[in-house]
Nanobody, 124 residues
Framework: QAQLVESGGGTVQAGDSLTLSCTTPPRTVMWYTMGWLRQAPGKEREVVAAISRDGRRAYNADFAQGRFTISKDNRKSTVYLQMNSLKPEDTAVYYC?????????????????WGQGTQVTVND
C-alpha cells in the first residue's frame, strides 16, 4: 500500500509563505497523478492543486491560482506545495494524495491513496 507522508505544516500569519512536502514510494510519484487537497473544519474536502505524472502539467483550483504552486522531484520521490500570500481562509488540514493517471485531477473522488494530513493555520 502506498505510504504518503506530509510535512511542513504549521501556524503562520496572513501574508506569509509555507512549503508543504510529501514523500512517497518511488513508484507512486512516478506513475500517479499527485495532488494536494485540503479540508477545513465544517467543510468538504477540496482539491488545491495537482500535477501530472510526467510533471509537465499542473492544475490549480481557482482559489490557488497565482498563490500556490505544486511541483515534484521524482529523484527525491517528493511532491511540494509552495503557498504564498496565505489567508486565514486557507486554514485547513492539507493532504497529499495520488490518483490514477487520466482520472479528473480536480475531482476529490479520483484520489485513492492518501497521506495522514498536515495542519496549516493562518492567523489574522
Amino acid at each position: 500500500q502506498a505510504q504518503l507522508v506530509e510535512s511542513g505544516g504549521g501556524t503562520v500569519q496572513a501574508g506569509d509563505s509555507l512549503t508543504l512536502s510529501c514523500t512517497t514510494p518511488p513508484r507512486t510519484v512516478m506513475w500517479y497523478t499527485m495532488g494536494w487537497l485540503r479540508q477545513a473544519p465544517g467543510k468538504e474536502r477540496e482539491v488545491v492543486a495537482a500535477i501530472s505524472r510526467d510533471g509537465r502539467r499542473a492544475y490549480n483550483a481557482d482559489f490557488a491560482q497565482g498563490r500556490f504552486t505544486i511541483s515534484k522531484d521524482n529523484r527525491k520521490s517528493t511532491v511540494y506545495l509552495q503557498m504564498n500570500s496565505l489567508k486565514p481562509e486557507d486554514t485547513a488540514v492539507y493532504y497529499c494524495a495520488a490518483a490514477q493517471p487520466g482520472s479528473p485531477s480536480l475531482v476529490v473522488s479520483s484520489y485513492d491513496k492518501w497521506g495522514q494530513g498536515t495542519q496549516v493555520t493562518v492567523n489574522d
